[in-house]
T-cell receptor, first 114, second 114 residues
């Protein structure tokens, strides 16, 4: 069975500063990895995903995440955050091969301050 | 509009009431899910339906009763709930259980049990 750990429950950061949200996973087989974002009073939206190929994946709004197999990590980064990035971010993992569900981390609340 | 629509957005019910949550997707997905999201707790997977058959029930109390009449609709019937059942209930869908495409979530129903 797979598991996901997001060690940081809250990350405060000033606007235009860089940020990294950490995600580590555990699985005995190969995995798909996802980052979801949840804005207040909304559901989760897929931000980006890693399925195979290039280990660096990007979203349309400037976030990127890098799959590191040796460290079993999939950290999310943005070089310069905006107030509108304030939200909760969830890392998720799914084992490849079919018939498996997404397992979510506990989430990291990103709070961008002026 | 995310492609997955949940109604109602907000629901307040007494412990003796009976109510239903509705989820609808027109994405052509064949798997649907109910999640419970409580404050400061991880997302809890409640039920999974694939091709209209329930494939997972994660030890959810019988006061929660799911129904999937077709691949586009999913209901969660509620009766004699407890105050601790107050939470955001999220519906999601995916193309297959494999999860490579990730899940599409609805905006959720905010349930308050009084």
């Amino acid at each position: 069975a797979q598991s996901v750990t997001q060690l940081d429950s809250q990350v405060p950061v000033f606007e235009e500063a860089p940020v990294e949200l950490r995600c580590n996973y555990s699985s005995s087989v190969s995995v798909y990895l996802f980052w979801y974002v949840q804005y207040p009073n909304q559901g989760l939206q897929l931000l980006l995903k890693y399925l195979s190929g290039s280990t660096l994946v990007e979203s349309i709004n400037g976030f990127e995440a890098e799959f590191n197999k040796s460290q079993t990590s999939f950290h999310l980064r943005k070089p310069s955050v905006h107030i509108s990035d304030t939200a909760e971010y969830f890392c998720a993992v799914s084992e490849t091969g079919g018939g498996n569900k997404l397992t979510f981390g506990t989430g990291t609340q990103l709070k961008v301050e002026l | 509009e995310t492609g997955v629509t949940q109604t109602p957005r907000h629901l307040v019910m007494g412990m003796t009431n009976k109510k239903s949550l509705k989820c609808e997707q027109h994405l052509g997905h064949n798997a649907m899910y109910w999640y419970k999201q409580s404050a400061k707790k991880p997302l809890e997977l409640m039920f999974v339906y694939s091709l209209e058959e329930r494939v997972e029930n994660n030890s959810v109390p019988s006061r929660f009763s799911p129904e999937c009449p077709n691949s586009s609709h999913l209901f969660l019937h509620l009766h004699t709930l407890q105050p601790e059942d107050s939470a955001l209930y999220l519906c999601a869908s995916s193309q297959e259980l494999q999860g490579a495409g990730g899940y599409t979530f609805g905006s959720g129903t905010r349930l308050t049990v009084v």
